[in-house]
């Protein structure tokens, strides 16, 4: 539907729609694994502190690559 829109010269409405595809990004606990709606400090779950990751956090379609060391800052 993007693609066609901008195709089509229609740039507000097209970056209307690409705003509207995206979705939050998952929260999980790199503890033990569940699954939060929103951002805590605290897993509800298992008690741990700041142990809340994004999951899966992708953008029109393209998904976020993992660093490895050699790129990480």
Do not use: I, K, M
């Not at 539907?1 to 209307?16: C, F, P, T, W």
């Not at 995206?22 to 699954?35: F, N």
């Amino acid at each position: 539907l993007v693609r066609l829109r901008l195709a089509r010269g229609q740039r507000d409405s097209a970056r209307d729609a690409a705003v509207v595809e995206l979705e939050p990004p998952g929260l999980v606990c790199g503890r033990c694994g569940a699954h939060a709606p929103r951002f805590r400090f605290r897993c509800d779950h298992c008690g741990a502190w700041d142990s809340l990751a994004a999951q899966g956090t992708t953008h029109a379609g393209w998904t976020t690559p993992a660093l490895t060391r050699a790129q990480q800052p």
